[in-house]
């Protein structure tokens, strides 16, 4: 298994630009997560999904959208960059049950992101 | 709002120097997670606490849970280079949610 797999890896981005982190996993896992990780900082979760087709709003959504149309994939877009989403991103994966109540949270590699 | 407080942002030990970090949370957790990243890496899992004054234990790393459940420490015995790295606590508040709570992670630098 590949696990979590997310691209691209690094980008640079202009002020007002677009663009979609990819994310898959091939675990079969219904939860997915999108995370951001300010330098120094913690995670912050943006979006989670607990299947296909269902999304939710996590701490800081604004700037944000994804879709969640298999099981596999839950891309995350960003509409119009702004230099305050430069971070790293991650997406994550989770195995259902009772939410997050133990069950492992598995991250991808990472984005790094630079909106300048 | 709920959060996760970690302390300390940084430390360095020499090898060889024991290593202890802290969670702390003004409300109950359901449970709390710790995770490692290495420098430039992604978080992966350790372990998982659920019940009030669990104490887990994986080699050299001891991990505890508090009787409120509203702290959390681990505890590194003997670090080794191997250890670098920022240690995350990640608490969940509520039973079936989605969303864990990260502390803001402390970054161990062993020195050789």
């Known amino acids: 298994n590949a696990g979590v797999t997310q691209t691209p890896k690094f980008r640079i981005l202009k002020i007002g630009q677009s663009m979609t982190l990819q994310c898959t996993q091939d675990?079969?896992?219904?939860?997915m997560y999108w995370y951001r990780q300010d330098p120094g900082m913690g995670l912050k979760l943006i979006y989670y999904s607990v299947g296909a087709g269902i999304t939710d709003k996590g701490e800081v959504p604004n700037g944000y959208n994804v879709s969640r149309s298999t099981t596999e994939d839950f891309p995350l877009r960003l509409e119009l960059a702004a230099p305050s989403q430069t971070s790293v991103y991650f997406c994550?994966?989770?195995?259902?049950?009772?939410?997050?109540?133990?069950?492992?949270?598995?991250f991808g590699e990472g984005s790094w992101l630079t909106v300048v | 709002g709920q959060q996760v407080m970690q302390i300390p942002q940084y430390q360095h030990v020499q090898e060889g120097e024991d290593f202890t970090t802290y969670c702390n949370s003004s409300?109950?957790?359901?449970?709390i997670q710790w995770y490692k990243q290495r420098p430039g890496g992604h978080p992966v899992f350790l372990i998982q606490?659920?019940?009030?004054?669990e104490v887990k234990k994986q080699k050299r790393l001891t991990f505890q849970f508090g009787e409120a459940k509203k702290n959390s420490s681990l505890h590194i015995t003997a670090t080794q280079t191997t250890d670098v790295g920022t240690y995350f606590c990640a608490g969940l508040y509520q039973t079936g949610a989605n969303n864990l709570f990260f502390g803001t992670g402390t970054r161990l630098t062993v020195i050789p």
């Open positions: 606490l659920v019940k009030s004054g």
């Open positions: 409300t109950t957790l359901s449970n």
């Open positions: 994550a994966s989770s195995y259902p049950g009772q939410g997050l109540s133990g069950n492992t949270i598995y």
């Open positions: 675990m079969n896992h219904n939860y």
